[in-house]
């Protein structure tokens, strides 16, 4: 799969939350030079296209020559079909509409909270890895991300231990040694750079999320699934300080 040549999906009821995300996506379709689709979702009291016309004119207010399509009446999920990725705002108390998506997206899921600044460029991207199919998946995205955006890119592994020398601190050392080994191969541009950190992915992700530009994880994870219905994806949602992609 290639993550490039596509459409930005961004859905949008007018909250601060859907203006946060307006905004990251705005800045960042500008930077990646692709085009966005600003999709209504429920939740505003005003008509869909009072909504949309008031994400065209916060769209216009900082790119003015920006490719822009407004729609309503489809779901996110049915958008993330055609689209490079899905980005959607988190308010302070997640809705259902998160968790579907997260759970049903055929395309990446960028996920930004109200509290999230506009994009600053040079912010390095940092990608949750163990290994496992949806790992592997956004180990990708990552390092085409970070390639293309000419920024840092760092592979963090998380590991449950109580000393940096016990089995499975050695273990997540060559994970993630080979993690970065097969990003120099297939991006040789790509500034990239691996760390080891004790605990569980939740905790050590969101607390790593306070100095990069974006956190990026896989659906599912091998070993990383927190409960019944739950992943690090969707256990970082309230909890990561940078925007987090979720990489199906």
């Known amino acids: 799969m290639t993550f490039r040549q596509r459409t930005t999906v961004v859905g949008y009821d007018g909250s601060r939350s859907a203006r946060a995300a307006l905004d990251w996506a705005t800045a960042d379709v500008v930077q990646r030079g692709s085009e966005l689709l600003v999709l209504h979702v429920e939740g505003s009291p005003e008509t869909p296209a009072t909504v949309l016309a008031e994400a065209l004119a916060r769209v216009r207010r900082r790119a003015p020559e920006l490719p ?3 729609e309503s009446g489809r779901s996110l999920v049915a958008a993330s079909c055609t689209a490079e990725m899905v980005v959607l705002g988190v308010p302070e108390q997640p809705h259902a509409l998160i968790a579907a998506l997260v759970a049903g997206a055929h395309c990446p899921v960028i996920l930004v ?14 990608v949750g890895f163990d290994g496992s199919p949806g790992a592997e998946r956004a180990l990708f995205f990552a390092a085409e991300r970070a390639d293309r955006l000419g920024v840092p890119l760092v592979v963090t592994v998380a ?10 601190a050695d273990a997540a050392a060559v994970l993630a ?5 097969r990003v120099r191969r297939t991006f ?3 500034r990239v750079s691996h760390e080891v950190l004790e605990g569980t992915a939740v ?3 969101s607390e790593a999320s306070r100095d990069c530009g974006l956190v990026v994880v896989g659906n599912q994870g091998r070993g990383l699934t927190t409960g019944p219905r739950s ?3 969707h256990d970082l949602v309230t909890r990561s300080h940078s925007p987090l992609a979720v990489v199906h």
Do not use: H, M, Y
């Not at 909270?113 to 940092?126: D, I, L, N, Q």
């Not at 590991?159 to 499975?168: D, E, K, Q």
């Open 159 to 168: 590991f449950s231990g109580t000393a940096a020398a016990s089995p499975a």
């Open 68 to 70: 822009v399509t407004l």
């Open 203 to 205: 905790p050590v992700l």
């Open 231 to 233: 992943s690090v994806g």
């Open 177 to 181: 040694e080979s993690a970065r080994v």
């Open 188 to 190: 040789p541009g790509v």
């Open 113 to 126: 909270s109200g509290r999230t600044p506009v994009p600053e460029a040079g912010g390095a991207v940092r």
